[in-house]
């Protein structure tokens, strides 16, 4: 596992909740991201799960064939106790910069606030003239079956957005980033080992995006469920068979320094959602 202690450090200007560091690390700029310290009131700081949402969410992306910001698991040592981090390489450079989608919604209706209510957000795509409509709808579409997969609680219009290239003015979809609120950070192994078979499935059919509909929390697995949304199920069709679960399962059993409970966790609690998709994607099918 790489040490970023002795990297170099620059002045942090990423936002965000967590708390991070700007670090240079083979003459590479990353987002290290730390433990939460919300996350670690009153329990054992040895437990620092978003780091490990952040790295495996991200990589579970790149797997279903998504181009993804590069993620590397690591440790800091601060104050005299090694920290586990996950670096988010900065997929940006003088030219490229990010257009976060909240951005892009403030200039496209300047008259409405947007937030994450889904009628809103297709609107500010539709609207603006800057993007590829077709093309966002389906990213974005995309990127939410992905979400329900990993249990990602809070994709924001704040972690999505667009690269824009300011020499030629070209604007296309940015790598996915953000994922340390997937796969249910705040639980700890204790916690986890004392989870039965129907507080498992309460875990996979409970889980919300931030995303609204008539001003309510979507709930990621009944939402697939209904096969309510023509661009849901479309973006399904298009991703299943990319969800490999061999090689997610293979990858989440070589992560470094996570307990076997934790990764038993994990691929219980994926493949679960990922037959719930199964079923929507047979049934759309046939």
């Given at each position: 596992m790489i040490d970023f202690t002795n990297a170099i450090e620059e002045i942090n200007n990423y936002k965000g909740s967590e708390k991070k560091k700007t670090l240079i690390y083979n003459n590479k700029k990353y987002l290290v991201k730390f433990p939460d310290p919300v996350r670690e009131k009153n329990k054992n700081i040895s437990y620092i799960n978003n780091a490990f949402s952040e790295y495996i969410g991200s990589n579970i992306f790149k797997i279903c064939g998504f181009k993804v910001q590069n993620t590397i698991l690591g440790k800091y040592n601060y104050n005299g106790r090694e920290k586990i981090v996950c670096a988010c390489e900065d997929f940006t450079n003088d030219e490229s910069i990010l257009y976060e989608f909240e951005n892009l919604a403030l200039s496209t209706n300047p008259d409405k606030k947007i937030e994450t209510e889904l009628n809103d957000i297709m609107e500010v795509i539709e609207e603006n003239k800057m993007i590829n409509k077709k093309e966002t709808k389906e990213k974005f579409w995309d990127m939410f079956v992905i979400d329900s997969l990993i249990g990602n609680t809070d994709r924001h219009n704040g972690n999505w957005g667009f690269?824009?290239?300011?020499?030629?003015?070209?604007?296309?979809?940015?790598?996915?980033?953000?994922?340390?609120?997937?796969?249910?950070?705040?639980?700890e192994d204790e916690e986890i080992e004392k989870i039965n078979e129907t507080e498992l499935k309460n875990l996979v059919i409970n889980?919300?995006?931030?995303?609204?509909?008539?001003?309510?929390?979507?709930?990621?697995?009944?939402?697939?469920?209904?096969?309510?949304?023509?661009?849901?199920?479309?973006?399904?069709?298009?991703?299943?068979?990319?969800?490999?679960?061999?090689?997610?399962?293979k990858f989440i059993d070589n992560v470094e320094a996570m307990s076997i409970t934790r990764k038993e966790f994990y691929k219980k609690i994926i493949e679960k959602r990922y037959e719930i998709i199964k079923e929507a994607y047979k049934e759309y099918s046939n």
């Open positions: 690269l824009l290239n300011k020499t030629i003015g070209k604007v296309e979809i940015s790598p996915i980033y953000d994922c340390g609120s997937a796969l249910n950070p705040i639980l889980s919300y995006s931030c995303l609204k509909e008539n001003g309510k929390k979507v709930n990621y697995m009944t939402y697939i469920k209904q096969m309510k949304n023509e661009a849901c199920n479309m973006a399904i069709q298009r991703l299943f068979l990319n969800i490999n679960m061999d090689e997610i399962n």
